[in-house]
């Protein structure tokens, strides 16, 4: 089976890097077609976000948006969707990653677009016929 993490990811503890995911490369791709990849799990990943916070009870989604705003990790992105810039605040030298608003599904009857909508939080996980 198989497990793919999409996102951001702190990397492995002894790592110490903050960045994109970037286990869903398929060689086989070009970089439009990579993108489009990358935009449709974006795609699939954002509306079940929005429809398990409309579908929960407050009292339990809540608590987990507080701790995710807490945390101050940015929404759900590929390399394809986010830009990056560098703040200095005194002797700390902070990068500020940004993420495109909104959401695309590829739809039979064309793309619908949801511009404005709220995105997953910053990382999922996908698996098939997967077992640890």
């Given amino acids: 089976g ?3 993490q999409y ?3 702190a990397s492995p503890h002894h790592a110490h890097v903050f960045g994109l995911v970037c286990n869903v490369a398929n060689k086989k791709l070009n970089g439009q077609e990579l993108a489009a990849q990358d935009k449709s799990i974006s ?7 929005n429809l398990l916070t409309a579908a929960v009870p407050k009292e339990v989604i809540d ?3 507080e701790k995710l705003a807490e945390a101050n990790l940015p929404p759900m992105a590929s ?3 986010v830009k990056s810039e560098c703040q200095h605040t005194g002797s700390l030298q902070t990068l500020t990653y940004i ?3 909104g959401y695309e599904l590829s739809m039979p009857g064309g793309i619908s677009s949801w511009g404005t909508a709220e995105c997953a ?3 999922a996980y ?3 016929d997967y077992t640890s």
């Fill in 63 to 65: 608590p987990v948006k």
């Fill in 121 to 123: 939080p910053a990382e």
């Fill in 126 to 128: 996908i698996s098939q």
């Fill in 99 to 101: 993420a495109e608003h």
């Fill in 79 to 81: 390399p394809g969707n």
């Fill in 43 to 49: 795609g699939i990943m954002s509306p079940t976000w």
């Fill in 7 to 9: 996102g951001w990811n």
């Fill in 2 to 4: 198989k497990l793919i």
